[in-house]
Nanobody, 122 residues
C-alpha cells in the first residue's frame, strides 16, 4: 500500500495562492492515479482534481476549473495542487488520495493522506 503525506496548507487571504504537496512512499508511485479531495465541516468529502498515471490527463471539479492545477512528478513521487484566486468557500481540509489505474470522482480510493487545513479569509 502506498503511504501519502500532505503539506502546504495554511491561512491565506481571499485572492491568494497556495501549493499543496503530497509525498508518496511504499509502492511504485507511477502505478497510481492521484487525486485531491476536500472536506469542509458538515460537508461530505468532495472531489477537487485528479491526474492519470503519466500526468498527461487531468480532471477538475467545476469549482476548481481555471483556478487550480494538479500535477505530478513521478521521479520525486510527489503530487501537487496549485491553488490560485482562492475564495473563502475553498476553506476545508484537503486530502490527497491514490488509486490504482484510473481517476474516479467518488472517494473510493486505495490510500489517503492525513489531510492539510486550508483556510481562506475574506
Amino acid at each position: 500500500q502506498v503511504q501519502l503525506v500532505e503539506s502546504g496548507g495554511g491561512l491565506v487571504q481571499a485572492g491568494g495562492s497556495l501549493r499543496l504537496s503530497c509525498a508518496a512512499s511504499g509502492r511504485t508511485f507511477s502505478n497510481y492515479a492521484m487525486a485531491w479531495f476536500r472536506q469542509a465541516p458538515g460537508n461530505e468529502r468532495e472531489f477537487v482534481a485528479g491526474i492519470n498515471l503519466s500526468g498527461r490527463i487531468t480532471y477538475y471539479a467545476d469549482s476548481a476549473k481555471g483556478r487550480f492545477t494538479i500535477s505530478r512528478d513521478n521521479d520525486k513521487n510527489t503530487c501537487y495542487l496549485q491553488m490560485n484566486s482562492l475564495k473563502p468557500e475553498d476553506t476545508a481540509v484537503y486530502f490527497c488520495a491514490a488509486r490504482k489505474i484510473a481517476v474516479i470522482t467518488t472517494p473510493q480510493y486505495d490510500a489517503w493522506g492525513q489531510g492539510t487545513q486550508v483556510t481562506v479569509s475574506s
